[in-house]
């Protein structure tokens, strides 16, 4: 009768993460570029584990006869990043970009390699381009030096100095902006200060796959109505879980109490 009540502490336990990540969606509905986690429940198995391990999740040594059947339990929740585009807003600033298809900005950080959608680039001391929070965006060549804050970017993401120059005929581009693309999009991981890492590799897309558009910012993919509703329904069903767990703890209190009557 153990299984009863463990099934109904690890489903309180997967709408405690679910909440997390509600709560992260929500609080980043304006941030430029996020793009929100989506949330799917693995399925609660009960071949092979013990009370401990289903609650926990801690694989515990099978038994001689249960070896064969003897399994390791999965997390509580199967978390992907959802990477359909937001829509755009324009804001005339000359080191605003977005991406209006796939792809990711690749930027440098202390500990390697990361990938955002945040296109709200500025000019540090030094001149490079850089995040928001200092971090340096890499172009195919390295990192990416200007002299001015008003450079033009074409849709390919070529950087050059100046408006003007670039309508030249034989003006050549000082940069072109890196975007990458996962090769297992379900991999990404939020990091933090809206990047993203991943298990799997990148490849560079091709210049006629980046849609790059200079002067405007990419919304948030949450979608704040949607959040609300699962808001809901998850502390619903994380209260009908709790009403489980706790008839059926006073039940086995009964029971215990009965056993010793008749005893």
């Known amino acids: 009768m153990q299984e009863v009540l463990a099934l109904a502490l690890q489903s309180m336990h997967q709408d405690m993460q ?20 989506a949330m799917a429940s693995r399925p609660l198995g009960m071949v092979g584990s013990t009370f401990a391990a289903m609650v926990g999740n ?20 199967l978390i992907q990043t959802d990477t359909r585009p937001g829509s755009l807003k324009s804001t005339g600033q000359g080191l605003d970009v977005a991406l209006a298809g796939p792809g990711f900005f690749e ?9 955002t959608r945040q296109g709200n680039f500025r000019l540090d001391g030094r001149g490079r381009l850089v995040t928001a929070q200092g971090f340096p965006v890499m172009g195919k060549g390295g990192e990416i030096y200007l002299n001015g804050e008003r450079p033009f970017i074409d849709g390919a993401g070529n950087v050059y ?19 990458v ?3 297992d999009p379900t991999r990404l991981q939020h990091k933090g200060d809206g990047l993203l890492a991943a298990d799997g590799a990148f490849s560079v897309l091709k210049d006629a796959d980046i849609q790059i558009r200079q002067g405007f910012l990419e919304n948030s993919n949450v979608n704040s109505m949607q959040e609300m509703v699962q808001l809901v329904q998850t502390m619903r069903h994380f209260e009908s879980m ?22």
């Not at 930027?107 to 990938?115: C, F, I, L, R, S």
């Not at 709790?242 to 005893?263: F, H, N, P």
């Open 181 to 183: 693309q996962a090769e």
């Open 107 to 115: 930027v440098t950080t202390d500990v390697g390699p990361a990938y």
């Open 161 to 179: 100095e100046s408006e003007s120059k670039s309508a030249g005929a034989n003006a050549q581009p000082i940069a072109q902006l890196k975007v």
């Open 18 to 37: 679910r909440l997390d990540r509600i709560g992260s969606n929500l609080a980043n509905a304006l941030t430029p570029g996020y793009q929100r986690e």
């Open 58 to 77: 801690v694989p515990t040594a099978p038994s001689a006869a249960g070896m064969a059947s003897a399994t390791v339990p999965a997390p509580a929740l």
């Open 242 to 263: 709790q009403k489980v767990a706790l008839g059926y703890d006073e039940m086995t209190g009964q029971a215990i109490r009965k056993l010793g009557e008749l005893s």
